[in-house]
């Protein structure tokens, strides 16, 4: 889901369940399961963001894009595999990281 109103717009109480979600500024986005609970908070804040089932594509595109790790105490970002390998060796298991990541994300989503 992703915050797509401004904050000032928003009632007091759909503010408190935007902050609940981790939703506090413009642009943002979560993941989250789907429950009842989260359901029902996602009715309070529906006119003020948007919201659906990631694909695998869409998964992906937003961790090369968006996705940051720590290599040397430096941030990166992950735009492939080659800088995880680089960082981590040749380790099959981490090789695959972020593909694996992508396909759990859009699995449990």
Not at 1 to 22: E, F, G, H, T, W
Not at 31 to 37: A, C, D, S
Not at 102 to 109: D, K, L, P, V
Request: positive net charge; glycine residues 6%; contains cysteine.
């Amino acid at each position: 889901m992703m915050n797509s109103c401004s904050v000032k717009d928003v009632p007091q109480n759909a503010d408190k369940v935007l902050k609940l979600l981790r939703l506090e500024h413009m642009q943002d986005g979560v993941f989250l399961r789907l429950n009842q609970t989260t359901l029902a908070l996602l009715q309070i804040v529906d006119p003020y963001i948007t919201w659906g089932h990631p694909n695998l594509r869409i998964v992906k595109d937003l961790i090369y894009k968006k996705g940051m790790g720590r290599v040397r105490g430096k941030r990166m970002s992950l735009t492939d595999n080659k800088v995880i390998e680089n960082s981590l060796g040749k380790s099959a298991a981490w090789v695959r990281l972020t593909q694996s990541m992508c396909a759990s994300i859009s699995m449990w989503t």
